[in-house]
């Protein structure tokens, strides 16, 4: 049972527009949500979170929204940089300290 | 701040055999460690929650006496992958919590291990 998902397993996008990566959950009790990014045979690095008790968090080129209502999150970066390319995680928690991850998404970002 | 170190990085042995991985938390204190496994293009799944000085607590389906989890101090984990097997072989990231409080995970940078 999947709790995090993110249906998108690639995206590609231009140098200097804005990459928008998606991300749904089910389990209604998550009220903290994460964003990493991730380099091959690497740990994740985190970006950046947001509580439920707010539906926008930005800190300089990255911004996530989260639509509670909907179990849906997403991540906006812009202007999308060559150097973002890596494979982007969203997480949710809950009560516990548990981290579930969602599957991924490859972000390209081509000259 | 909050970096986290895992050695090995890398690691091959031989069916049967036991691999320790070492987590180090290098600037602050974990109170909570948490280790995890990727296997190729899959996402994170976390194995086990470790408190320092108390037993680990695993996630359904992970064999705890084949995972051996020890949190001795406020800054190392270990994991001991006991009679290791080739289905055994994956990515495994630990990952650290301060006792300050806060929710973000800072993650080391995994270890490879394979087993022949």
């Known amino acids: 049972d999947q709790q995090v998902k993110q249906n998108s397993p690639s995206l590609s996008v231009q140098e200097g527009r804005i990459s928008i990566l998606n991300c749904d959950y089910t389990n209604s009790m998550f009220d903290y949500f994460l964003w990493y990014k991730k380099y091959p045979a690497e740990g994740p690095t985190f970006l950046i979170s947001i509580s439920s008790i707010k539906d926008k968090n930005e800190d300089g080129r990255f911004t996530v929204f989260l639509n509670k209502s909907a179990k849906h999150l997403s991540l906006h970066i812009v202007p999308s940089q060559p150097g973002d390319s890596a494979v982007y995680f969203c997480a949710a928690s809950g009560e516990t300290d548990k981290l579930i991850f969602g599957t991924g998404t490859r972000l390209q970002v081509f000259p | 701040g909050a970096v986290v170190s895992q050695h090995p990085s890398w690691v091959i042995c031989k069916s049967g055999t036991s691999v320790k991985i070492e987590c180090r938390s290098l600037d602050f204190q974990a109170t909570t460690m948490f280790w995890y496994r990727q296997f190729p293009k899959q996402s994170l799944m976390l194995m086990a929650t470790s408190n320092e000085g108390s037993k680990a607590t695993y996630e359904q389906g992970v064999e705890k006496d084949k995972f051996l989890i020890n949190h001795a101090s406020l800054t190392l984990s270990t994991l001991t992958v006991t009679s290791a097997h080739p289905e055994d072989s994956s990515f495994y990231i630990c990952?650290?919590?301060?006792?300050?409080?806060?929710?973000?995970?800072?993650f080391g940078p995994g270890t490879r291990l394979t087993v022949l």
């Open positions: 990952s650290a919590r301060g006792a300050r409080g806060g929710d973000e995970q800072f």
